[in-house]
């Protein structure tokens, strides 16, 4: 290893203009950075779906089972720790967990978009100590809840800031702590030995504290979006960077998996740079990550009065998402060297950023509402149709959503939680993608948006449809997850849309549960906002609020028998809503 030799490369070298939203890089891609709305689209007003439950298309990818957040110090709050208990409740296998800033230096004090970890110290003479007090809280309540860490490697700590860094400065101002926390912490480190070596010991403790076991199932990744100005060095630089951090991690743990570069669903030049890197220079490499974010509303932050509308609706495009992963998947296909290596789309979201809320910009909302656990429904389905097309897989796709302390009560930030603990409907999103067995069925719907025939050409969004995704389990319980959405939050319709469901291949008796996200069930917002949406509930509508939040029946369970081996039934879908009907058999014991 070797200390970096080129320290003269300034920020705007690489990257978009300090201007641009982060998530958002500079692209020549047809698609805006939100999606406008149109009172005149038309409905799907009916639609037929066909589920083989006797089919076997393969294992179903738990792509859903991945979070990350910016706010590290949050981890280990007790809203954290239950927030990742909740979590733990729907998986088997865990979910990796991502947060930033676990190499930044600081107090541990959290704030929203920031955080930091505080583990490395030089003393006036050069000599090095490392601080794990927070990072063990941080890794021992993501283990405990019975998860697994995806190790950002980022940033830089303070004391391994380059001379240049003094280049970045801020106006002296109470809301705001240094130069450091405003940026330079995206400075490339000036000795990459000792980078190395701290990199190395972060694996050593975690080694030593979790086991070979537990760590082996982890997941090792340099920096976060190094296309944008998350990375004011040079595209060399951070490639370098990579090879010293993949071979000190390797040092100290041979099996673990190592990879990069999260870019930006823009990063296809950063991408591809990377790729021939670690090609050329034999570095590890066992998987491939980058992001997606479906709008950039324009402005993120409208100042006027306290919870105004937007001045312009927009929404997120499904579409643009489809379109940013497509084309990255197909940058690594590029190298036929990787095409076994799975895709980690480590930040998958409707939008961008977290914090910003409805009081910033009023199109925030759906990120209060019903329609975002259907989005989120959709999106996963339509990423794994994606991976039927591409010789690369995408097997992670992120939400990069947790909670924020000290708002208000639906602020409308990008959250599983909101105040007073309260479950926003997103969570329920998860719940219903929790009941999917292991195998995925044919299943198919009339009126559902092909993702092969998608024309990106003329960036449009995605239109209404109803579309669907089934599973099996391996006791023979059969899932049917069907859902209506369309990208355009502001879309309403008064007719519901009807549905004609047929499960063919079943065999026996089952008991049938019809689960529903909608705007009266499963939707803990609509119950705030029957009670004159209060700032200050009381016990008992706090109390209210809760006991609906759940992901709830549409109606009682019934007992059904298959004498034809075939199950029929009819439902119906308002504008947006999804249903989950579990069919679970006779004797099969949940």
Excluded at 138 to 153: M, N, P, R, S, T
Excluded at 231 to 247: C, I, K, M, N
Excluded at 366 to 386: G, I
């Amino acid at each position: 290893m070797s200390t970096r030799t080129d320290q003269t490369a300034r920020p705007e070298a690489i990257g978009p203009r300090p201007d641009h939203n982060p998530g958002i890089g500079t692209d020549v891609s047809p698609y805006p950075k939100a999606a406008p709305s149109d009172a005149s689209a038309p409905h799907v007003h009916a639609a037929e779906v066909e589920v083989d439950a006797a089919s076997d298309a393969g294992p179903l990818a738990r792509m859903w089972e991945s979070i990350g957040y910016d706010e590290i110090n949050w981890t280990y709050t007790p809203t954290g720790r239950t927030l990742l208990n909740t979590f733990g409740e729907m998986t088997t296998r865990g979910f990796h967990v991502r947060p930033h800033y676990v190499f930044c230096s600081g107090s541990g004090f959290g704030i929203p978009h920031w955080g930091n970890g505080n583990v490395y110290h030089e003393s006036n003479d050069g000599s090095v100590t490392y601080d794990f007090t927070i990072v063990d809280q941080a890794y021992d309540a993501i283990v405990e809840a019975g998860h697994h860490v995806l190790v950002e490697i980022a940033f830089t700590p303070r004391d391994l800031l380059p001379e240049q860094a003094a280049e970045l400065t801020v106006t002296p101002s109470p809301t705001v702590y240094s130069a450091y926390e405003a940026g330079q912490w995206a400075y490339p480190p000036r000795d990459y030995e000792r980078w190395g070596a701290l990199v190395a010991a972060h694996a050593q403790h975690c080694l030593e504290r979790y086991g070979a076991e537990e760590v082996d199932t982890w997941l090792w990744e340099l920096w976060n979006e190094p296309d944008i100005f998350y990375w004011r060095g040079t595209p060399q630089e951070f490639y370098d960077l990579y090879s010293v951090t993949a071979r000190a991690v390797r040092s100290v743990l041979p099996e673990a998996k190592v990879g990069g570069p999260t870019v930006t669903g823009a990063g296809v030049e950063f991408m591809r740079g990377f790729l021939q890197h670690t090609r050329d220079a034999g570095d590890p490499l066992d998987f491939v990550s980058f992001h997606t974010k479906g709008s950039a509303f324009t402005p993120w932050r409208a100042y006027g009065p306290t919870g105004a509308p937007a001045t312009e609706q927009q929404n997120p495009s499904a579409n643009k998402m489809i379109f940013e992963v497509q084309r990255l998947l197909r940058v690594i296909a590029e190298f036929p060297e990787y095409h076994h290596l799975p895709a980690i789309v480590d930040e998958c979201d409707a939008g961008v950023p977290a914090h910003f809320s409805a009081y910033d910009n009023g199109n925030f909302a759906f990120q209060n509402t019903e329609y975002f656990p259907v989005f989120q429904v959709k999106l996963m389905k339509k990423l794994l149709d994606l991976n039927a097309l591409e010789p690369v897989q995408v097997e992670q796709a992120t939400s990069w959503s947790f909670y924020f302390e000290g708002e208000r009560y639906f602020e409308g930030t990008r959250a599983f939680l909101t105040a007073g603990g309260v479950e926003k409907p997103l969570l329920n999103a998860y719940r219903m993608l929790s009941h999917l067995g292991e195998r995925r069925l044919t299943a198919s719907s009339n009126a559902a948006v092909d993702v092969a025939q998608i024309d990106h050409q003329t960036g449009a969004s995605m239109p209404e449809e109803v579309d669907v995704l089934a599973s099996r389990s391996e006791n023979g319980t059969v899932a049917v997850l069907v859902w209506r959405h369309t990208d355009d939050q502001y879309r309403t319709d008064t007719a519901e849309t009807e549905v004609s469901l047929a499960v063919t291949g079943l065999e026996g008796s089952y008991t049938v549960r019809h689960f529903r996200i909608d705007a009266d069930r499963s939707n803990s917002h609509t119950r705030w906002t029957e009670q004159g949406s209060p700032q200050v509930p009381t016990a008992d509508q706090l109390a209210a609020i809760k006991a609906r939040q759940g992901l709830e029946e549409l109606s009682p369970s019934t007992r059904i028998t298959t004498a034809e081996g075939a199950y029929r039934t009819s439902l119906t879908l308002p504008l947006p809503s999804a249903s989950l009907l579990v069919l679970e058999p006779e004797g099969a014991g949940r």
